[in-house]
């Protein structure tokens, strides 16, 4: 048994999204001991900025025509791929930035993409669990409803062009605590928290199988 782990926290000491992915990843461990778990960290250990256009013309052109800088990034997409391919479970951790999809997410499935084909479905019935952090608060209601333009997007990617199996487990608010304009919300924001958390022993749980 092989979990593929993605993380994308900038803040990878303090993350919130590791804490909820480490969650499930603990009761998928615990089902399954001494498997392997494949990892990727993309605060970390970014994927470098230009990968996805030299791959992606890289694909475009003739095998001999390609430039060495081509045939890298395709060798990079070509691994990013098929860390996925060989999954029997993925636990992916991405914390929303500036209104928007993580660039090292963005750059990670482009570069999925540039290797596989818009329409592949890597991860075909694969038990998925994405977990996402917010700072903010962006439900239905809340004056910045509809702001959040990430989560939207991997749950695009993940669910109806790769196909997981996906479960998506939010918390939002996780400034609260520290943002003292945000003092007001400090209970939900723990509420949100502890159903996070035990979202992700419900879902690390499932996962395992
Ligand atoms: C550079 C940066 C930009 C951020 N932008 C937003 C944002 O646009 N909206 C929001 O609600 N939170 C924003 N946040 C807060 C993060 O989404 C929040 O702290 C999240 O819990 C981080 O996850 P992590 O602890 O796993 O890194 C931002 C944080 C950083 C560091």
Redesign the pocket.
């Known amino acids: 048994m092989n979990l593929f782990r993605l993380d994308a926290?900038?803040?990878p000491t303090?993350?919130?999204?590791?804490e909820i992915a480490d969650t499930v990843e603990a009761e998928w461990a615990a089902a399954h001991p001494g498997a392997t778990v494949t990892r990727r960290h993309l605060g970390t250990d970014p994927l470098p900025a230009d990968a996805w256009a030299l791959a992606a013309t890289g694909g475009f052109a003739p095998e001999q025509d390609r430039t060495e800088a081509q045939r890298e990034a395709l060798g990079l997409a070509t691994e990013l791929a098929g860390e996925l391919e060989r999954a029997d479970a993925v636990v992916l951790?991405v914390?929303?930035?500036?209104?928007g999809v993580s660039q090292h997410f963005k750059t990670w499935a482009d570069l999925v993409i540039a290797a596989a084909g818009p329409t592949a479905s890597l991860l075909k019935d694969t038990p998925t669990v994405l977990v996402t952090?917010?700072?903010?608060g962006y439900g239905p209601g809340t004056p910045r409803e509809g702001w959040d333009h990430s989560t939207p997007y991997m749950e695009r990617i993940l669910r109806d062009a790769w196909q997981a199996d996906l479960t998506v487990i939010k918390r939002e608010l996780?400034?609260a605590g520290t943002n003292p304009a945000m003092a007001a919300l400090r209970d939900l924001a723990d509420e949100q928290h502890l159903r996070a958390l035990t979202a992700a022993r419900t879902a690390g749980r499932a996962l395992a199988g």
């Open positions: 926290s900038i803040l303090t993350s919130t999204s590791a951790a914390p929303l930035y500036n209104y952090t917010l700072g903010g996780t400034l």
